[in-house]
């Protein structure tokens, strides 16, 4: 055989010639995985069922809730295909936790606690009190919560709120409050707004500070803008999805101390208890004598929980996680004849409430200790995470599942927390940037077409890790190659397809998405909204804003601008320069004296003035902008911002 047939066979065998797979099919390596994990666990057991469904008292009649404009915020409905057994499409101890998180109505916990599940990715639980409702945890957009309460007044008699409790500092918990409580209400002391300490301030710092960034990957972890179905969205294993319509953020009328307390709310005696830097760093649970229940907030859920949350945040301590727990189970655990929370069904009965702590309590330290000791003993954070193994409890008991975090990507964090991103390795401190990395990959396996034949190679074996590797480095290396994007999407479906964590599912379905119809979501969940803004202090509200600032955008040499908000009497400084924009509060702004440019505003005009709601000109035309003093300077800030993209690309560089 001459040379030049033997390149042409050479160059045949480099050239894909499979079709990409069909869309939505499970390949018989994921059918096998799927197979493999319904043999291991005990997926028949009926006792989280029975718990899910005890004391149902009525569902919510419409098919659909609705948001003040017409809009869906939730659709009873979407998850009625969860019956059976699990398709091939969906790992099977998902599909049991979905199917568990889709029972959906009004129950009562014990006579005097209820609880709305299932119309949302939390719960809101309503305890009664001598004169009214006391609502913990009003779920994340108005119309679920408003509804939820509706129901709770139809079916159980007519109350007015008298109280509302956020037990940490994430949005699913709070972001519903104007469905329960009106602003005017609180104001006037007729509703009270109880806090853990810190609260609002770790509330402002992850929705508006990252709120942007963290927006857009909240789409990737809870699947936002997937298709519910047997080959899309199951599920988040927290809960079903987040609700949708806009988000509301009230400052609390009372925060609840570092070293807890016991407070007589409506009659109702709570013995709160600080859990703060454990699932957010602001968080309280608390022990209900009366009832001899413990409501653990979302500290103690049934899944084991993020240790570092996709969508991002401020790394957990689990060791600290632990001792909370422990803490919990010490004062609590044999006293407790019910335990609730902010998300999922209850449990009952003492025996099983120290169970259930006992475990979760050994599943954060499971994976900080197993972590550690790997650390030390010389491994690198992705090492460890693949040698993680699972406690031997993990096997019966389906609240410490992987649902959504997972024993890898959590001892991950774990070793984030105590090391940093770097894994010691010289090669990994100073890498290449993806895109480039990923040209000179493909450069060295011969090109796009040998680097195609690599990833199909991968595929046809089930070795789906590393054909997403390969094709991964194929889009970042040509993003207009349809081709690897396709086999990159088909990659991404079986990963989907066999993962056990709702958030990986989502993450990866998410990805295939994208890749195959582009990056075109056009509603999601935005923090940056007007209630947002406007319930947020105005030097935290700076601080968002100078998060934005651009050195190379700024011109002049700057000066020291100061606002005054006489409708909520705050005074912000701006010390502005050509590098950095740095805001002052009302403790340390700068008299009008001692400043270049003078600004009144009604705060809730500059909301819409950020919003572009208002226009500055007829702002100052009409007196309800003034500005004395150097006005280019407050120009010259805003030129400075740069304009946000919400939906910046992630799959694709």
């Not at 390596?29 to 291991?40: D, G």
């Not at 709770?152 to 329960?180: C, E, M, Q, Y």
Request: avoid cysteine; hydrophobic fraction near 40%; charge should be negative.
């Amino acid at each position: 055989m001459n040379k030049t047939a033997v390149s042409l066979i050479a160059l045949m065998m480099a050239v894909p010639v499979q079709a990409v797979p069909p869309q939505g099919v499970a390949t018989e390596a994921t059918r096998a995985a799927n197979a493999k994990v319904a043999a291991s666990l005990p997926i028949a057991d009926q006792t989280d069922f029975e718990n899910a469904n005890r004391g149902f008292l009525a569902r919510i009649e419409e098919d659909q809730i609705l948001n003040a404009d017409g809009s869906v915020a939730w659709d009873s409905r979407q998850f009625e295909f969860l019956q059976g057994d699990a398709p091939d499409t969906v790992n099977p101890s998902l599909w049991r936790q979905g199917k568990l998180n889709s029972i959906h109505g009004l129950f009562e916990v014990v006579p005097g606690i209820y609880q709305i599940r299932g119309y949302d990715l939390a719960q809101m639980t309503l305890i009664a009190g001598k004169t009214g409702w006391i609502v913990i945890d009003p779920l994340t957009t108005p119309a679920p919560a408003k509804a939820g309460l509706a129901l709770a007044n139809k079916t159980l008699g007519d109350r007015p709120v008298v109280a509302v409790i956020f037990t940490h500092s994430h949005g699913d918990h709070f972001g519903g409050v104007a469905g329960v409580a009106s602003p005017e209400d609180i104001r006037s002391g007729k509703i009270e707004v109880i806090a853990p300490h810190g609260w609002l301030a770790e509330s402002i710092g992850e929705s508006v500070i990252a709120g942007t960034a963290m927006n857009r990957r909240v789409q990737f972890q809870f699947g936002t803008a997937l298709p519910v179905g047997k080959t899309g969205h199951v599920g988040g294993g927290l809960g079903q999805k987040l609700s949708s319509g806009d988000v509301a953020l009230v400052p609390p009328t009372r925060s609840i101390s570092k070293n807890g307390e016991t407070l007589m709310v409506d009659g109702i005696s709570f013995d709160f208890m600080d859990a703060g830097e454990t699932e957010a760093p602001a968080e309280l649970v608390f022990y209900l004598p009366q009832y001899k229940a413990l409501h653990t907030a979302e500290v103690v859920t049934r899944t084991f929980h993020n240790v570092l949350t996709p969508r991002g945040a401020l790394v957990r301590d689990t060791l600290k996680w632990s001792k909370v727990i422990d803490e919990m189970l010490a004062r609590y655990g044999a006293k407790s004849e019910l335990m609730l929370a902010s998300h999922h069904w209850p449990t009952w009965g003492s025996d099983n409430v120290q169970a259930a702590l006992k475990n979760q309590r050994g599943i954060y330290r499971y994976v900080h200790d197993q972590t550690m000791r790997q650390a030390n003993q010389g491994a690198t954070m992705h090492e460890i995470a693949e040698n993680i193994g699972e406690p031997d409890f993990a096997q019966s008991d389906f609240g410490v599942r992987d649902y959504y975090g997972t024993l890898n990507h959590n001892s991950k964090a774990v070793y984030q927390r105590y090391f940093g991103w770097w894994d010691a390795v010289p090669a990994h401190y100073h890498q290449l940037p993806p895109v480039e990395a990923s040209q000179k990959y493909v450069a060295a396996m011969g090109g796009a077409d040998k680097a195609l034949a690599v990833g199909e190679k991968a595929f046809a074996a089930g070795d789906y890790r590393w054909a997403a590797t390969v094709f991964n480095h194929l889009v970042f290396a040509d993003p207009a190659d349809q081709t690897a994007k396709n086999w990159l999407a088909s990659t991404y479906e079986q990963l989907g397809f066999q993962t056990e964590a709702g958030t990986w599912r989502n993450i990866y379905l998410v990805g295939a998405k994208e890749l195959r119809e582009g990056n075109n979501v056009k509603d999601s969940i935005s923090t940056a909204n007007e209630k947002v803004l406007s319930g947020i202090p105005a030097v935290d509200l700076f601080d968002a804003m100078a998060t934005r600032f651009n050195p190379t955008k700024m011109q002049g040499d700057g000066g020291i601008i100061r606002f005054w908000f006489p409708d909520r009497k705050e005074a912000v400084s701006i010390d502005l320069g050509k590098s950095v924009m740095f805001p002052r509060g009302e403790d340390y702004a700068v008299t009008a004296d001692g400043s270049d440019t003078q600004i009144t505003i009604s705060r809730a005009l500059f909301t819409k003035l950020l919003m572009r709601q208002a226009n500055p000109q007829a702002l100052i035309e009409n007196k309800e902008m003034l500005i004395s003093g150097n006005a280019a300077l407050m120009a010259a800030m805003f030129g400075a911002l740069d304009e946000v993209n919400p939906q910046f690309d992630i799959v694709t560089p």
